[in-house]
């Protein structure tokens, strides 16, 4: 079998992908960097937002149980079902990047009272602050929503540059540089060789002048 034996076009083209490599590897990890500094920024926000929505939950629980214990459950399933309205959003996209995640634009569920769809004559206080403190509880999980869809948006594009880096940094540029000594070794080898041809050609053709 004829061994190929490669040359120093093959070598610069190979330390050309090295770089190229290097290179992109340097930018992921640019970007695994800034995508991790952005998840902990919104993830802080997150903590705060679910806390709050935690505490809007709380107060409607509040809010209800009082409607209930004193206008009774008849009255408030009244207003329930005469609050049938559904939330209207839209959704949009924000590019964090190079990570699209979504965005809700929403109309607030919060409304006055002459807004709702029930009327307010015949109405209590209590069931309104009760049908105030769930609006303010629907916003807020519609909020908490949009940042827990952004933040499984950034994990997943993390974890995927993470694989990217990696195989970079542990697998495709040591191959390439490995290949690229390897190439190198082989033509130092030849050029031995064929300085040690020269000198014997040279060698011979003084013998034959003599």
């Known amino acids: 079998m004829v061994e190929v034996q490669p040359t120093r076009m093959e070598l610069i083209r190979l330390k050309r992908r090295i ?3 290097k290179r ?16 902990r920024t919104i993830l802080e926000d997150a903590k705060a937002v679910i806390e709050e929505m935690i505490r809007k939950y709380e107060v409607a629980r509040e809010k209800l149980a009082l409607a209930m214990a ?5 009255a408030v399933k009244s207003i329930a079902l005469a609050c049938h309205a559904e939330p209207k959003f839209t959704m949009k996209r924000k590019n964090i990047m190079g990570v699209v995640v979504p965005v809700i634009k929403r109309e607030k569920v919060r ?3 002459y807004e709702r769809d029930y009327g307010i004559i015949g109405t209590s206080a209590r069931l309104d602050e009760a049908v105030s403190a769930y609006e303010e509880l629907v916003d807020a999980i519609l909020e908490v929503a949009e940042l827990e869809t952004t933040l499984k948006r950034l994990i997943e594009e993390i974890e ?7 195989a970079l940094e542990y697998k495709v540029i040591p191959e390439m540089e490995e290949a690229a000594k390897f190439i190198s070794f082989k033509l130092e080898e030849m050029d031995r060789e064929n300085i040690i041809r020269l000198k014997k050609i040279k ?7 003599q």
């Open 19 to 21: 770089q190229m490599a």
């Open 24 to 39: 992109g590897h340097a930018l992921l990890k640019m970007k695994r960097d800034g995508l991790i500094m952005e998840f």
């Open 70 to 74: 004193v206008d009774g459950a008849i």
């Open 111 to 113: 409304k006055s009272v």
């Open 160 to 166: 995927r540059t993470k694989r990217r880096v990696n």
């Open 203 to 209: 060698s011979k053709k003084a013998k034959e002048q």
